[in-house]
């Protein structure tokens, strides 16, 4: 049974960084795209950043400059390194991963990710 497991959050202070990782385990089938969403409480589920299969990325405005989206497909883990985080990048994280021999994207159970002024 395919697993999509993202890293636990955790709580930062305004200007402060924090890296999430993504790690899918349960199948031998490798990440074609991937991303992250994020929602806040009371919003609708948004997208942070997309990373395609040849590495290529696209960012939200919001946390374009600030946040970095990466992979690594000999683990076939995905990253999102977030800098000079903001109080209103507190949302809960969703990675979201296309595999390759699956019709349909895998999501994981989202972690929480907390930015204090």
């Known amino acids: 049974q395919v697993q999509v497991v993202e890293s636990a959050g955790g709580w930062a202070q305004a200007g402060g960084s924090l890296r999430l990782s993504c790690a899918v385990s349960g199948t031998t089938a490798s990440i074609n795209r991937a991303g992250w969403y994020r929602q806040a409480p009371g919003k609708q589920r948004e997208l942070v950043a997309t990373?395609?299969?040849?590495?290529?990325?696209n960012y939200a405005d919001s946390v374009k400059g600030r946040f970095t989206i990466s992979r690594d497909d000999g683990k076939n883990k995905v990253y999102l390194q977030m800098n000079s985080l903001k109080p209103e990048d507190t949302a809960v994280y969703y990675c979201?991963?296309?595999?390759?021999?699956?019709?349909?994207?895998?999501w994981g159970q989202g972690t929480q990710v907390t930015v204090s002024s």
């Open positions: 990373i395609s299969s040849g590495g290529d990325a």
């Open positions: 979201n991963v296309h595999l390759r021999t699956y019709a349909f994207d895998h």
